[in-house]
């Protein structure tokens, strides 16, 4: 197939570096998107030749498709990047990226399954497959289009797991990697996949050059699979690779002391209440966090040890995700009700034990990170984790870190966190006591250390070490 735009370097992922949206006044409105890949494609400098294949989310951003007429986005909007939008079928793309991405994959990989959400492999489900086959067709034939004899192109993450295959038949001189951001579901969660599906998945992914994860425990697991599910030696013709991704320590100290956050800084510690101690956590309400069971050893906490009462506060920022889902709308609700109940139970005239704050505002997660003295990341699995990474690199007085053995980041951090098991309430509720006792000088020593260990490998060089693996 002709490359019509000659890119030597893609970037293809679900949610792309700007969205739009339709202002009352009838223009549309670009918001530039953050984090890893977007710090780590502008690495690559303002000259290179590089395209992001999207998807267009929701309606801003078809009616930007639309009146951009085909051409590229505006370069003000994103940033100088070359940006293609797709515009999928909307549903199609529903059935992509609620259906199969985010409640069958998803689910998998942090092995979420449970009642009342049990995996159903129905008609209705091969009908979501389909779907998922589609689009991931749509970014395949538009990165084949888009790409310059043996370009080097990065697929990304669980919605995009058939492209690199698809790409190769198209292309076969393209240099294809693929990155999975989340953890991989050991075999025997795996196969709770139909066969055909799971054979797949793990095909799809061996269709790159090279497939990467955050962690050698989540590649460890991706090559387990390949071995159980397809036979031995099956992985032979794609290499793996591990990138852990770190905390972007320059934007964030340079981000995290402008003027919005200090005044998040003042107001939080009102909120707080002078003399008091925090427990910070900032999440996405996202299933895989396990808010609610951080919310349940805090009120075991209270409960065991009195001598916290009007002593501490749990400050919870838990940003909605996923709306579109019943059961994150479900857990939603549930983590508003347990604060409310151990709001009523415990609180009093001067003091509300659980500060929650539901609209996601970045400058006061920053500003929370930098006055923390507890910071709880506990989730049931996760790819990584960054704010336990981003938390020690902001810390004023030093953060004790209480972190999920089953984070990504455990892997690099766990020799100066507090660790627990994300299911064991009491044990969690034991760990929050031993941070929060833990002496001043033990706190900055450890802090040193996790800021150290979480800046080891910043986005740009994170995403650099990918594009020259595939050399
Ligand atoms: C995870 C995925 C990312 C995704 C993010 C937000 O971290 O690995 O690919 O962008 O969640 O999820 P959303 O569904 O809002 O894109």
Not at 147 to 156: R, T
Not at 164 to 186: C, E, K, N, V, Y
Not at 286 to 296: A, C, F, Q, W, Y
Request: charged share 25%; aromatic share 8%.
């Amino acid at each position: 197939m002709a490359s019509t735009h000659g890119a030597e370097v893609l970037v293809a992922s679900n949610r792309g570096p700007v969205s739009y949206q339709v202002g009352e006044d009838g223009a549309l409105h670009a918001r530039r998107g953050g984090g890893g890949l977007v710090s780590g494609l502008s690495a690559i400098g303002p000259d290179a030749n590089a395209v992001w294949v999207c998807a267009a989310l929701g309606d801003g951003d078809r009616e930007a498709v639309r009146r951009a007429g085909g051409a590229p986005l505006p370069a003000e909007d994103t940033g100088g990047q070359h940006v293609r939008m797709l515009d999928i079928d909307a549903d199609v793309h529903h059935d992509a990226y609620n259906g199969i991405a985010n409640s069958v994959l998803w689910f998998v990989h942090h092995m979420l399954y449970q009642t009342p959400l049990e995996p159903v492999f129905d008609a209705g489900f091969r009908r979501q497959w389909a779907s998922y086959e589609a689009y991931n067709r749509a970014f395949a034939e538009a990165l084949a289009e888009e790409a310059a004899e043996g370009a080097a192109v990065l697929i990304q993450d669980y919605h995009l797991v058939l492209a690199p295959r698809m790409l190769r038949q198209l292309r076969p001189d393209l240099r294809i990697g693929h990155f999975s951001h989340t953890p991989w579901a050991p075999p025997d969660y795996f196969r709770l996949l139909p066969d055909d599906i799971a054979a797949e998945l793990l095909n799809g992914i061996l269709g790159a050059d090279r497939a990467a994860f955050l962690t050698q425990r989540w590649a460890d697991a991706f090559t387990d699979c390949c071995h159980a599910v397809l036979g031995a030696d099956v992985a032979a013709g794609t290499r793996i690779g591990v990138h852990g991704l770190g905390a972007d320590a320059d934007f964030l100290r340079e981000r995290a002391h402008r003027g919005d956050v200090d005044e998040w800084v003042t107001a939080l510690r009102e909120e707080i209440g002078e003399g008091r101690r925090s427990i910070v956590r900032v999440d996405r309400t996202e299933l895989s966090k396990n808010i609610v069971r951080g919310l349940l050893a805090f009120r075991q906490l209270l409960e065991d040890r009195p001598e916290w009462r009007e002593k501490v506060v749990h400050v919870a920022f838990a940003y909605p995700s996923r709306q579109d889902l019943a059961v994150y709308r479900e857990y939603t609700a549930e983590v508003q009700r347990v604060a409310d109940e151990i709001n009523a139970h415990f609180g009093t005239a001067g003091w509300t034990p659980v500060v929650l704050h539901v609209r996601d505002d970045f400058a006061r997660s920053l500003a929370a990170y930098r006055l923390a003295d507890v910071a709880l990341v506990n989730p049931i699995r996760d790819g990584m984790n960054l704010v336990a990474k981003e938390v020690p690199v902001l810390s004023e007085e030093g953060c004790a870190l209480v972190l999920s053995r089953e984070a990504g980041a455990y892997e690099e951090l766990g020799a100066d966190a507090i660790v627990v098991n994300p299911y064991d309430i009491v044990g969690t509720a034991d760990a929050l006591h031993r941070a929060l006792s833990m002496p001043a000088s033990e706190r900055t020593e450890r802090t040193k250390h996790l800021a150290a260990a979480a800046t080891a490998l910043p986005p740009a060089q994170w995403f650099l070490d990918q594009l020259h693996a595939l050399d």
